[in-house]
Every structure is written in structure tokens, then in C-alpha cells.
């Protein structure tokens, strides 16, 4: 299983980016795809999740009505839409995958991407 993050870079707050997480050797509609973010000094904390049996999607509250996860079967890919940043959000983003019962508990996940840096600067 391999997953890969990218879509990261530098942006203005009030800006967007879009992440992707191209995933091989694992077929989303079985398990759950989700998207943690590690900030400097601080501890890496779940950001969003969806499941890929019914599409059922998770936000922590930070994220609310700014960020939105989507998923592509056909190319077996998680997108994550990211709207109106704020300095806050900068961190390193990864992707997971597994069968999680609680969306952002990171041991509940097998398997990971490397990270891709969001920085949101003026």
C-alpha cells in the first residue's frame, strides 16, 4: 500500500490549495482515507476522514465549512479542498488509510504517506 500527498505550497490567508492523496494497493471503498496535519512543535492532530463505503465525511471543527474531502474511485485518489486558510492551518499534511472507528485517532490508521507543507503567510 503506498499513498502519496502532494498539492502543498505557500499561500496568503483567506487563500485555497488542494491536496491530493493518490493511493495504490488499496481500494477506497473498503476502508476510510483521512487527513492529519502536524504544526510545528505540537502534536499531530486528525483533520478530516471519509469512508469509502458510503462516502460519510468527518471535519473537526477547526476545519468546518472551510475544508472539503472528496474522493476520485476512478483514480483511486483523495482530494482535500481547503478554502479561506488561515495562519493557523500551517503544518505538514498527511494522508492515512485503514479502517478507522474513530476518524482521528491516528493509531487506528495502517498505513501512510509522507507529508506535504501548507503554509499559510502574508
Known amino acids: 500500500v503506498q499513498l502519496q500527498a502532494s498539492g502543498g505550497g505557500l499561500v496568503q490567508p483567506g487563500g485555497s490549495l488542494r491536496l491530493s492523496c493518490a493511493v495504490s494497493?488499496?481500494?477506497?471503498?473498503?476502508?476510510?482515507i483521512g487527513w492529519f496535519r502536524q504544526a510545528e512543535g505540537k502534536k499531530r492532530e486528525g483533520v478530516s476522514n471519509?469512508?469509502?463505503?458510503?462516502?460519510?465525511?468527518f471535519y473537526v471543527n477547526a476545519v468546518k465549512g472551510r475544508f472539503t474531502i472528496s474522493r476520485d474511485s476512478a483514480d483511486n485518489t483523495v482530494y482535500l479542498q481547503m478554502n479561506s486558510l488561515e495562519p493557523e492551518d500551517t503544518a505538514v499534511y498527511y494522508c492515512?488509510?485503514?479502517?478507522?472507528?474513530?476518524?482521528?485517532?491516528?493509531?487506528?490508521?495502517?498505513?501512510w504517506g509522507q507529508g506535504t507543507q501548507v503554509t499559510v503567510s502574508s
Open positions: 471519509i469512508k469509502g463505503s458510503d462516502g460519510t465525511t
Open positions: 494497493g488499496f481500494a477506497l471503498e473498503n476502508g476510510a
Open positions: 492515512a488509510a485503514g479502517w478507522p472507528t474513530i476518524p482521528t485517532i491516528e493509531s487506528e490508521y495502517d498505513y
